[in-house]
C-alpha cells in the first residue's frame, strides 16, 4: 500500500478529487490487489493466469490513461503559451 500511497500523491492537488483520477485510483487499487494475490498463490494454482492476465490488462488501461493525460497537458502547455 505504500506504493499506491506514493503514486496517489502525485495526482493529488487542492482542487476536489474529478471522475477520471477517481477512477483510476479504484483501477490502481484493483491491480494491487490482484498483485498481492497472486503473491500469496502457489505456482501451480489455476487462477493465477487468469489473474495474470486480469493485472496486465489494468496495467495497460493505467499507462494509456497516463500516456492520455501528460499529452493533454503538454497540448494544453503549449496552446496557453
Do not use: Y
Not at 26 to 38: A, V
Amino acid at each position: 500500500m505504500e506504493m499506491l500511497a506514493a503514486i496517489l500523491s502525485l495526482w493529488r492537488s487542492q482542487k476536489p478529487t474529478g471522475l477520471i483520477p477517481q477512477t483510476l485510483k479504484h483501477l490502481l487499487e484493483k491491480r494491487l490487489q490482484m498483485k498481492q494475490m497472486l503473491s500469496e498463490l502457489s505456482a501451480q494454482d489455476c487462477e493465477i493466469k487468469p489473474l495474470k492476465a486480469r493485472a496486465a490488462a489494468l496495467k495497460w488501461l493505467l499507462v494509456v490513461a497516463l500516456i492520455s493525460g501528460v499529452q493533454e497537458c503538454a497540448f494544453r502547455k503549449n496552446r496557453i503559451s
